[in-house]
Nanobody, 122 residues
Framework: QVQVVEFGGGLVQPGGSLRLSCAAS????????MGWYRQAPGKEREFVTA????????YYADSVKGRFTISRDNAKNTVYLQMNSLKPEDPAVYSC???????????????WGKGTLVTVSS
């Protein structure tokens, strides 16, 4: 089966930086796109950023534009999220989502990672 796993969460001071990574593995035929969502306590999960696999087109939520950067390594089926200038409102569980065509399946579907916690505190 397809698996999506995040790495890199942790504690960072306000204004600091953190880099997350997410790797997809398993019976993958191709990847359409991968991206990041986040969910803070008491709030709905929200879109953060995404990148298409073939063209490298990026999309960002307004709240993170200019601070967060998404990138990918196609050979490793891995996406990265570079988070700079972190603010007190950024803490959340960050989850990776991959839209993948699995081997033997004609339609793509979304696969979610378990999430990694990002904490911003002095």
């Amino acid at each position: 089966q397809v698996q999506v796993v995040e790495f890199g969460g942790g504690l960072v001071q306000p204004g600091g930086s953190l880099r997350l990574s997410c790797a997809a593995s398993g019976s993958i035929f191709s990847i359409n796109c991968m991206g990041w969502y986040r969910q803070a306590p008491g709030k709905e999960r929200e879109f953060v950023t995404a990148i298409t696999w073939s063209g490298g087109n990026t999309y960002y939520a307004d709240s993170v534009k200019g601070r967060f950067t998404i990138s990918r390594d196609n050979a490793k089926n891995t996406v990265y999220l570079q988070m700079n200038s972190l603010k007190p409102e950024d803490p959340a569980v960050y989850s990776c989502r991959a839209e993948i065509y699995a081997i033997g399946i004609t339609a793509f579907k979304g696969y979610w990672g378990k999430g990694t916690l990002v904490t911003v505190s002095s």
